[in-house]
Each structure stands twice: as structure tokens, then as C-alpha cells.
């Protein structure tokens, strides 16, 4: 049996950003982006079965970013300092 798996390249146990065949300078989805941030940089194809969970993700944080401004700017105008 023969196989052709190089196990001494440095790039196989690493993140998947710093490897030569990773993007070319090419534009990654939402879910891609997303994938590698939950995964540490090692995995962008964890989340890309279905491109929607990116725009779940950043509707969330961007809903999140608005309330606690909002939050602050009311809590701001009834209890002034």
C-alpha cells in the first residue's frame, strides 16, 4: 500500500489562512469568514453548506451593537451624572 500523505509539511497542522493554497487574494463569504473565527482560523468550510448562517451571525452582532448603544444613550439621557 501506498499513500501519499506529507505529514512533515508544516502547513497541515496549522491554520488554514496561512496556507499557500488558501485564497489567492479572493473575497470569502460571510460564513466563510464566520467559520474561521469560531474554528480559530483552522476550518473556513464548517459553516459554508449554507451561506444564510453568516448573515445570522452578523445580523446578531450588528443587533446586539445597536441595542447596547441604545442602551447606553437612554440610561445616558434619564440618569445624567
Not at 450588528?62 to 442602551?71: M, R, W
Request: proline share 5%; glycine share 8%; charged share 15%.
Amino acid at each position: 500500500m501506498n499513500n501519499d500523505f506529507n505529514f512533515k509539511s508544516p502547513e497541515l497542522f496549522g491554520s488554514v489562512v496561512f496556507r499557500p493554497d488558501f485564497n489567492s487574494f479572493k473575497t470569502i463569504n460571510a460564513s466563510q469568514a464566520w467559520s474561521l473565527f469560531f474554528t480559530g482560523g483552522r476550518e473556513d468550510k464548517k459553516l459554508d453548506s449554507n451561506p444564510r448562517i453568516g448573515l445570522l451571525f452578523t445580523s446578531i452582532l450588528l443587533g446586539l451593537s445597536v441595542s447596547g448603544f441604545a442602551s447606553a444613550l437612554i440610561t445616558r439621557t434619564i440618569f445624567p451624572v
